[in-house]
């Protein structure tokens, strides 16, 4: 079993930057993959970042590269979405979700691929 709780959520006005945080808690960190996806009014829960078990290597939708940046500090249990340049379209509430079996160590961007989810933080974005 694993807990997530994400923070940091808030209203930032476009262009703006927010961190959000993720304290992990249950079993070993270090031995899963960490993500973040996001979920809109009406849309469907979607991508948007993924970090291996080291933090050697991260990917990001097409949509947040360059603007947002995830790691992880394996030592606190913890995984952070670094948001800036935020617009309004970033508008939605931010998941961190645990891949424990990720076994080959890879990136994975499905939901079904993760096994446990916080409840969610929410970002708005004002234009």
């Known amino acids: 079993q694993v807990q997530l709780v994400e923070s940091g959520g808030g209203l930032v006005q476009a262009g703006g930057s927010l961190r959000l945080s993720c304290a992990a808690s249950?079993?070993?960190?270090?031995?899963?993959?960490m993500g973040w996806f996001r979920q809109a009014p009406g849309k469907e829960r979607e991508f948007v970042a993924a970090?291996?078990?080291?933090?050697?290597?991260?990917y990001y939708a097409d949509s947040v590269k360059g603007r947002f940046a995830v790691s992880r500090d394996n030592a606190k249990n913890m995984v952070y979405l670094q948001m800036n340049s935020l617009k309004f379209d970033d508008t939605a509430v931010y998941y961190c979700?645990?891949?424990?079996?990720?076994?080959?160590?890879?990136?994975?961007?499905?939901?079904?691929?993760?096994?446990?989810w916080g409840q969610g933080t929410q970002v708005t974005v004002s234009s």
């Open positions: 970090i291996v078990r080291s933090g050697g290597r991260t």
């Open positions: 979700a645990a891949d424990l079996t990720n076994w080959d160590n890879v990136i994975r961007t499905a939901k079904s691929d993760y096994d446990y």
């Open positions: 249950g079993r070993t960190f270090s031995r899963y993959a």
